[in-house]
């Protein structure tokens, strides 16, 4: 074998691993994020909080994981309670058409209630652990974005056909 083909295998077989590498680098569920707060922590540890926000905690954890991952309340940048209402208003109205969700109203009042006073706890009181944690989660986004392309490219080029030379038929 030749030294050009020996090196030939050898950068195909290195660009095969790497790949393969890459492709696990991820989890199925890193790869679905919509957002970069989707690949933060989607629990919190509430045993602090007081008797009523850990049942509201529950509340939340009920009515917002019928939809979307907790991971996206959890890590979302909002903090002021005019925001957080905007935002379980939305997801309660698109309860009402999505088949087998619900959030009543008061479910709705006591997520608020939760994700009002956990914002206030995690988000301004320790601000800056907050910050860097968003810092982690917007790098972490970024190479996911990367490594979907990645893929997506990947699935594009199995989709070329090959050309071949022209037969003079369709």
Avoid at 9 to 29: C, D, Q, R, Y
Avoid at 40 to 61: M, R
Wanted: with cysteine.
């Amino acid at each position: 074998m030749s030294c050009v083909a020996k090196t030939a295998i050898a950068i195909s077989l290195g660009l095969f691993l790497s790949s393969a590498w890459a492709g696990g680098k991820f989890t199925p569920e890193q790869l679905k994020a919509q957002f970069y707060y989707d690949l933060g922590p989607s629990e919190i540890d509430v045993s602090g909080y007081p008797k009523d926000q850990q049942e509201n905690y529950k509340v939340f954890k009920r009515t917002c994981s019928q939809c979307h991952t907790l991971a996206r309340p959890v890590n979302n940048p909002l903090i002021q309670r005019a925001d957080w209402d905007l935002y379980v208003s939305r997801m309660h109205v698109r309860t009402k058409v999505r088949p087998g969700t619900s959030i009543s109203r008061k479910d709705a009042r006591r997520v608020l209630n939760f994700l009002t006073y956990d914002s206030k706890m995690r988000k301004i009181d320790h601000k800056a652990d907050f910050e860097a944690k968003t810092k982690e989660l917007l790098k972490l986004f970024e190479e996911v974005k990367k490594e979907r392309l990645r893929m997506q490219i990947e699935q594009d080029k199995k989709k070329i056909k090959e050309s071949a030379p022209y037969t003079g038929t369709p």
